[in-house]
Structures are given as C-alpha cells and as structure tokens.
Nanobody, 125 residues
C-alpha cells in the first residue's frame, strides 16, 4: 500500500486546511485509517482515526470539535478537515493504514503498518 498525503501549507491562527491522503494498492475499504502528527524533538502523536466503513471515528482531545476525519472508499482517499487552527497544530501530518479486520478505530501507531511521507502544516500567529 502506498499513501500520498497533500493539502498542507501555511495558514493563520483560526484558519482551515483540508488534508487528503490517497491510497494505492490493496483494498482501501478493508483498512482502518489514521492521521498522526509530529514536531521536531517530539514523539509522533495520534490525531484522528476512522474505521473501515467510516462508521466509527476517534479524535485526540486536543483536536476534538475542530478536526473532522472522513473517507471516500470509492476514491481510496481519507481526509482531515482542520478548522480553527492553533499554533500548536503546527506539525508534519502523516496518514497511515491499519490492515486490521475489525471495523473499529485504532489510536496506537503500532496498529498501523503503512505510512505516507507526511505533509507540513504551519499555523502562524
């Protein structure tokens, strides 16, 4: 499975960005999907996850109510809509695939097997 994330960029505090992650190879509808982020010197942290069917989602407390994860299985794409961005949201954002069989969400990065290269999000004050 290969993942290509896009949509990052520079935005002001309070602004919005839409990240996309297109998957190729494998059967997209069979995978749980997640978004993680990482800043220099810090460990990668969970942001959001969505189940295979899209029926279950989970968010980190820091983004709950501001970010929305969604998927389009027909387009093999998962999205992360980020609203009301804060300076502390600045990071490289990674999408990931969890080839698990259950239709649930996975928040641990150890549950994810394939990772994209990441897209930089910078929020300026």
């Amino acid at each position: 499975v290969q993942l290509q994330a896009s949509g990052g960029g520079l935005v002001q505090v309070g602004g919005s960005l839409l990240l996309s992650c297109a998957a190729s190879g494998g059967t997209f509808s069979s995978y749980g999907m997640g978004w993680f982020r990482q800043t220099p010197g810090k460990e990668r942290e969970f942001v959001a996850a969505i189940s295979r069917s899209g029926g279950v989602t989970s968010y980190a407390d820091s983004v709950k109510g501001r970010f929305t994860i969604a998927r389009d299985n027909a387009k093999n794409t998962v999205y992360l809509q980020m609203n009301r961005l804060k300076v502390e949201d600045t990071a490289v954002y990674y999408c990931a695939v969890s080839p698990q069989v259950l239709d649930i969400v996975y928040v641990a990065d150890s549950s994810y097997e394939y990772w994209g290269h990441g897209t930089q999000v910078t929020v300026s004050s």
